[in-house]
């Protein structure tokens, strides 16, 4: 018994050493709750929060010299008609000092307002002219932060992409640089004009342009100029809009469609005047609408004298052969303008020094040649058959704006005349793009 006792003080002597110490130690704070961040509604932040905040502009000093250049590029602004420039260019200053190194937040903060700038710029950049028709969806210019932000990050050298997003293309690079070598150093509204319309089109690639401000189609590969050629665009009264599109296909041996307005301003004066005969003399024949389920039907079931005041939606159409206005053949593409280039029987509008003289449609010097250029030098096959498809192998973007000013010999911006009017008058370029009928075109 004594022995169980004395074992028992020996432990308990033991232990109360151990338990003094335990209430001497200070207790350990529970570990501080983890507040989440919460995903940003601006989108350039939310660019940064979903990539761990992964710097684009401070990363190295290669890209801190792409930020100063990104400066002087918002400062040059105004040329391009962006009155933010040097603004945003002074924010871009005063964000670059605060990013001293070591301070984590500084340089967070400074990354945001860099990004902010440029994409204000660009978006501002890739906004298009009022007017401007797309064809295809994908060829409209992409405007989403984030898009703009990846690919200027997905650049091995930042300061050269920022000089090419900046430029856009060669026709506004030398738009821009005419006018800054004229002395201005804000956009006039007759160049903040031909820039926007210059600005749409690619920078590299191949695709077709038709310039109506000086009736020419240039046809470009890897961005450069191989060919060109005149042509007939819209008179001022039936201008040829801006459109992007792609060629997928031409017509040979075409039926032209007659819009309805020239049905009403000379076919059907001319069936009043000469009947039936008038209408077989030049080729022409009704049809029962506008589908391609339509059949033929008797002029003789055609209110003329009704149609020359109202032409309504009464379909017309021109067989081929060597009296067609669209001669031998037709090259569409989707815009809903019923705009598309064709073929003429009169090659002598192309020696005039002003073609502005179709309906809205465009007129080819050379079909063939162009035809040859889409398809690879594989020449039209000849038939004698209306209105034979032939795809072409790949798609090819083509591109009808209205260019009006340019660069000189000396490197000046120089004026070719504005026959449409539309130089600082957004409005009338719009009209001409709202305009749509139940035609398949006019030439």
């Avoid at 937040?105 to 700038?117: C, H, Q, V, Y």
């Avoid at 090659?347 to 080819?364: M, P, Q």
Wanted: net charge positive.
């Amino acid at each position: 018994m004594n022995k169980l006792l004395l074992s028992t003080t020996i432990l308990a002597l033991l232990a109360v050493p151990g338990a003094a110490e335990a209430r001497k130690k200070p207790k350990t704070p529970p570990p501080a709750p983890v507040v989440a961040r919460v995903a940003p509604t601006d989108p350039v932040e939310l660019y940064y929060f979903q990539r761990g905040d992964a710097p684009i502009w401070l990363r190295s000093d290669a890209t801190r010299a792409a930020a100063a250049q990104l400066s002087l590029i918002l400062r040059r602004a105004p040329i391009d008609g962006f009155a933010a420039g040097p603004a945003l260019a002074a924010d871009v200053d005063a964000a670059l000092a605060a990013a001293v190194p070591g301070n984590a937040a500084a340089a967070r903060a400074a990354e945001l307002r860099l990004s902010k700038a440029w994409v204000s710029y660009v978006q501002y950049l890739r906004a298009p002219p009022k007017g401007m028709v797309y064809g295809y969806e994908m060829l409209a210019p992409h405007s989403r932060p984030d898009q703009i932000l990846l690919t200027t990050a997905a650049s091995p050298d930042l300061g050269t992409a920022l000089t090419r997003l900046s430029d856009v293309n060669p026709i506004y690079r030398s738009l821009r640089d005419a006018a800054l070598a004229s002395g201005l150093t804000t956009a006039t509204p007759e160049l903040l004009s031909n820039l926007e319309r210059a600005r749409v089109l690619p920078a590299t690639g191949r695709f077709a342009l038709v310039d109506a401000g000086n009736a020419t189609l240039t046809m470009y590969e890897n961005g450069q100029a191989v060919d060109r050629m005149k042509v007939v665009v819209g008179t001022p009264d039936t201008p040829t809009p801006m459109i992007a599109s792609i060629v997928h296909y031409a017509y040979l041996n075409p039926y032209w469609e007659v819009p309805p307005a020239l049905t009403k301003r000379i076919i059907a004066p001319g069936v009043l005047r000469g009947g039936d005969a008038y209408l077989k003399r030049n080729g022409y024949e009704v049809m029962t609408n506008w589908t391609n389920e339509a059949t033929v039907v008797p002029a003789s079931e055609v209110n003329w004298a009704a149609l020359a005041k109202d032409p309504g939606l009464v379909r017309v159409r021109q067989r081929p052969g060597p009296l067609n206005s669209l001669a031998g053949m037709k090259i569409p593409f989707p815009s809903g303008q019923d705009i598309f280039l064709h073929d003429t029987l009169d090659k002598s509008k192309f020696a005039k020094t002003d073609r502005h003289l179709s309906n809205g449609c465009v007129r080819l010097e050379d079909a063939q040649r162009f035809y040859r250029w889409l398809h690879g030098n594989t020449p039209a096959p000849q038939t004698k058959e209306a209105d034979v498809l032939v795809k072409l192998p790949q798609g090819v973007p083509i591109y009808l704006t209205y260019i009006t000013q340019e660069a000189d010999a000396s490197g000046k911006l120089a004026s070719r005349g504005d026959p449409y009017g539309w130089d600082g008058r957004p409005d009338r370029q719009l009209a001409a793009a709202t305009y749509t009928s139940p035609t398949r075109g006019a030439p």
